[in-house]
């Protein structure tokens, strides 16, 4: 039997592979300590997460019988990575299949920002009508600088473009997109140019605290920074300051340092658009990603080892 660890929610249809595999015993505990998962991982050949289990080089040193960290979701920074693989534990996860729910998100939040969605239906919650607090702004014609232009990022510039935006991109390597007219430019170039800014970076050491005083003193006055990516990627308290102060006029974040225990004063600065780390929550990326990887998972289990 191939015993499998569930320690994050995964849609039932992905369960329902397990349930239905005859030569698989699974078990689902959720919101376990660091302690707690040492203590539970050693019976298992795979643990599978989202991005709320820490799975740390402790938990791989405890780990007796672990074959395969399996992620549904894209990053793969709450894993210890080098640490598997020191071990010869395989990580597995499901780059791409979140991308329409995370560019969806993404165009969601720039209409928030620039309509002021959150704070004039915060109001009229409240029994008020103010009309003229709530001017906005149109995307049409504006410059949206994509900061990292994988698949999730030239989703966005598709529909982007499709809403009458010019895209300008920041990526280390060179990036093709036939379908959407676009300039390759700088990191500097791009904050000083465009009226959106928004991040589809992965977490490395070479992007946290990317985005950090100077950069963010760079990106254009009364623009807006959008960030669906890591929190990590933009320093928070130079945020803050940057918006106090008045030099951005918005930004939308769904993605924090830490989270759960997210920034409150950042969150509740009122020209900040604030959700918790929903990007890829919606139906259907979460079937999609959980099927994904608990298919990916059973096909490397199954290629590999045999237990009895
Ligand atoms: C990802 O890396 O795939 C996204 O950030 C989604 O994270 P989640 O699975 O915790 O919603």
Same mark, same amino acid.
């Given at each position: 039997?191939?015993?499998?660890?569930?320690?994050?929610?995964?849609?039932?249809?992905?369960?329902?592979?397990?349930?239905?595999?005859?030569?698989?015993? =699974?078990?689902?505990?959720?919101?376990?300590?660091?302690?707690?998962?040492?203590?539970?991982?050693?019976?298992?050949?795979?643990?599978?997460?989202?991005?709320?289990?820490?799975?740390?080089?402790?938990?791989?040193?405890?780990?007796?019988?672990?074959?395969? $960290?399996?992620?549904?979701?894209?990053?793969? &920074?709450?894993?210890?990575?080098?640490?598997?693989?020191?071990?010869? $534990?395989?990580? @597995?996860?499901?780059?791409? %299949?979140?991308?329409?729910?995370?560019?969806?998100?993404?165009?969601?939040? +720039?209409?928030?920002?620039?309509?002021?969605?959150?704070?004039? &239906? #915060?109001?009229?919650?409240?029994?008020?009508?103010?009309?003229?607090?709530?001017?906005?702004?149109?995307?049409? !014609?504006? %410059?949206?600088? $994509?900061?990292?232009?994988?698949?999730?990022?030239?989703?966005?510039?598709?529909?982007?473009?499709?809403?009458?935006?010019?895209?300008?991109?920041?990526?280390?390597?060179?990036? !093709?997109?036939? &379908?959407?007219?676009?300039?390759?430019?700088?990191?500097?170039?791009?904050?000083?140019?465009? &009226?959106?800014?928004?991040? #589809?970076?992965?977490?490395?050491?070479?992007?946290? *605290?990317?985005?950090?005083?100077?950069?963010?003193?760079?990106?254009?006055?009364?623009?807006? +920074?959008?960030?669906?990516?890591? *929190? !990590?990627?933009?320093?928070?308290?130079?945020?803050?300051?940057?918006?106090?102060? *008045?030099?951005?006029?918005?930004?939308?974040?769904?993605?924090?340092?830490?989270?759960?225990? =997210?920034?409150?004063? @950042?969150?509740?600065?009122?020209?900040?658009?604030?959700?918790?780390?929903?990007?890829?929550?919606?139906?259907?990326?979460?079937?999609?990603?959980?099927?994904? $990887?608990?298919?990916?998972?059973?096909?490397?289990?199954?290629?590999?080892?045999?237990?009895?």
């Amino acid at each position: 039997m191939y015993k499998i660890l569930v320690t994050d929610p995964l849609r039932q249809n992905a369960l329902q592979i397990f349930e239905e595999a005859p030569d698989v015993h =699974y078990e689902t505990h959720y919101g376990l300590s660091e302690d707690e998962l040492i203590e539970k991982i050693k019976p298992f050949n795979a643990v599978l997460v989202r991005s709320a289990t820490q799975i740390s080089a402790k938990i791989i040193a405890a780990a007796e019988n672990l074959k395969v $960290i399996g992620r549904a979701g894209s990053g793969l &920074d709450n894993i210890d990575v080098k640490a598997a693989e020191k071990k010869g $534990i395989k990580v @597995l996860n499901t780059p791409g %299949t979140n991308a329409p729910a995370v560019a969806e998100m993404t165009i969601a939040c +720039l209409f928030a920002v620039a309509r002021n969605i959150a704070r004039a &239906d #915060h109001t009229m919650k409240q029994g008020l009508w103010e009309k003229k607090a709530f001017s906005g702004i149109e995307l049409n !014609e504006r %410059t949206l600088g $994509i900061v990292g232009c994988g698949t999730i990022g030239k989703s966005v510039a598709r529909k982007a473009y499709a809403l009458g935006m010019q895209i300008v991109v920041y990526n280390r390597s060179r990036v !093709e997109m036939d &379908d959407v007219p676009f300039e390759q430019i700088g990191l500097d170039d791009l904050l000083r140019r465009a &009226d959106f800014v928004s991040l #589809h970076l992965a977490l490395s050491e070479e992007t946290r *605290g990317l985005l950090g005083d100077r950069e963010l003193a760079l990106m254009k006055k009364d623009s807006y +920074l959008i960030n669906t990516s890591r *929190g !990590e990627i933009v320093d928070e308290q130079a945020l803050l300051s940057h918006l106090e102060k *008045g030099h951005l006029a918005g930004a939308a974040l769904d993605v924090f340092c830490n989270e759960p225990d =997210y920034n409150k004063q @950042l969150a509740a600065n009122a020209k900040v658009v604030a959700t918790p780390h929903i990007g890829a929550v919606t139906k259907e990326s979460q079937e999609r990603v959980g099927v994904r $990887i608990a298919d990916l998972t059973l096909e490397f289990l199954r290629s590999k080892y045999i237990f009895l």
